[in-house]
């Protein structure tokens, strides 16, 4: 149930009909807009009439929400959530860059391409400090060291960072450390872990599970946003298919179809969403087109030789190749990157 209160309606009034709805039953969520406050009443109760709402005072309008998620839905806040963190804004009209390793592996490593990713115009770095990896003997990640590491390398080079959270229990020292948590596609129906994220308060980078649909996906983030967190934006980096020529197939229509479906920001990662270095700079152009808020994109000096996810990987130059050539997509349809 969504309830639309009146431009300039009164705290007193707001109040009183949060105060029905949960009379009614309602877990009440609330939006404050530039102009409009909106309710959200998300339970049991889909099949009364909006009209007992509708003439409470200060009420513009009322409308069942008819999509399994709720909060999720674009109806929700149809201007589109922009998520700020310091100075840089995700979903606004800028496009935002994320890039870095796949792995975080050394000191070294990672100030270079804080320095590089920086220099190219991106906002964040990447990597991971805890790796869900196939296979148990691959690298698992340095743990807290690599994100020590982040942390410093970003903060010298004005960048926020972005790491991936595998396990509820690691929640508080990712905490710590990093702007924005990742949960993996691995992990987007690990539900005990969206709900402990839906009671903090930061930003959360949810990427689509490997055979996830699109509806699964915004259910995922309602687990978070049912707990009060709303800072959540979504990842498409592909889906497993019967094409064996990519990793996985990189799904742009995702993107228009997340657009239209939800106010949460939508970013690509075309290097998980290709598997091949030579693919990535032609995908996260097609997702910048498709309108796409975002791209993440695995960057290592020595893709070579990454502890992990090399063949993806794009050296320091062509990263900052593809941010010139995402500029003038960007561009092209009325946003700057
Ligand atoms: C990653 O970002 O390195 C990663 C493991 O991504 P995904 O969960 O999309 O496979
Ligand atoms: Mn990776």
């Known amino acids: 149930m969504l309830v639309v209160m009146q431009e300039g309606a009164s705290e007193a009034q707001t109040e009183a009909v949060i105060g029905r709805l949960v009379e009614m039953g309602f877990n009440v969520h609330r939006s404050t807009g530039v102009r409009h406050t909106v309710l959200g009443g998300v339970g049991p109760m889909d099949d009364f009439d909006p009209a007992v709402l509708e003439v409470l005072a200060g009420v513009k309008e009322c409308h069942r929400i008819v999509s399994?998620?709720?909060?999720?839905?674009?109806?929700?806040?149809?201007?589109?959530?922009?998520?700020?963190i310091g100075t840089v804004e995700i979903g606004g009209s800028r496009v935002v860059s994320m890039g870095g390793p796949c792995s975080v592996e050394s000191r070294e490593q990672i100030e270079l391409i804080a320095a590089s990713v920086a220099a190219a115009g991106a906002q964040i770095i990447r990597g991971g400090a805890f790796k869900p990896r196939s296979s148990p003997y691959s690298f698992q990640g340095m743990g807290e060291e690599g994100l020590r590491i982040m942390r410093s390398a970003a903060d010298?080079?004005?960048?926020?960072?972005?790491?991936?959270?595998?396990?509820?229990?690691?929640?508080?020292?990712?905490l710590?450390?990093?702007?924005?948590?990742?949960?993996g596609a691995r992990n987007m129906q690990n539900f005990n872990l969206l709900r402990e994220l839906g009671k903090t308060r930061q930003p959360i980078l949810l990427k689509r599970g490997i055979a996830a649909t699109i509806e699964e996906l915004l259910l995922s983030a309602e687990y978070i946003m049912s707990g009060g967190n709303y800072q959540v934006m979504l990842c498409e980096r592909g889906i497993r298919t019967f094409e064996t020529s990519t990793r996985n197939t990189m799904d742009i229509s995702a993107i228009p179809v997340l657009k239209r479906l939800t106010h949460l920001p939508v970013i690509a990662d075309p290097s998980h969403g290709t598997g091949k270095r030579d693919y990535v700079l032609p995908m996260a152009r097609a997702a910048v087109a498709a309108g796409a808020d975002g791209l993440i994109v695995e960057v290592h000096p020595d893709p070579d030789h990454a502890a992990s996810d090399g063949a993806q990987t794009l050296r320091p130059e062509q990263f900052a190749d593809m941010m010139e050539q995402v500029r003038a997509i960007a561009g092209a349809i009325g946003r700057v990157a």
């Open 156 to 174: 010298q080079h004005h960048l926020l960072v972005v790491s991936e959270v595998m396990d509820h229990l690691q929640i508080p020292l990712l």
């Open 68 to 84: 399994p998620y709720k909060l999720a839905s674009r109806n929700w806040n149809p201007a589109g959530t922009v998520i700020r």
């Open 176 to 183: 710590q450390y990093s702007d924005i948590l990742q949960v």
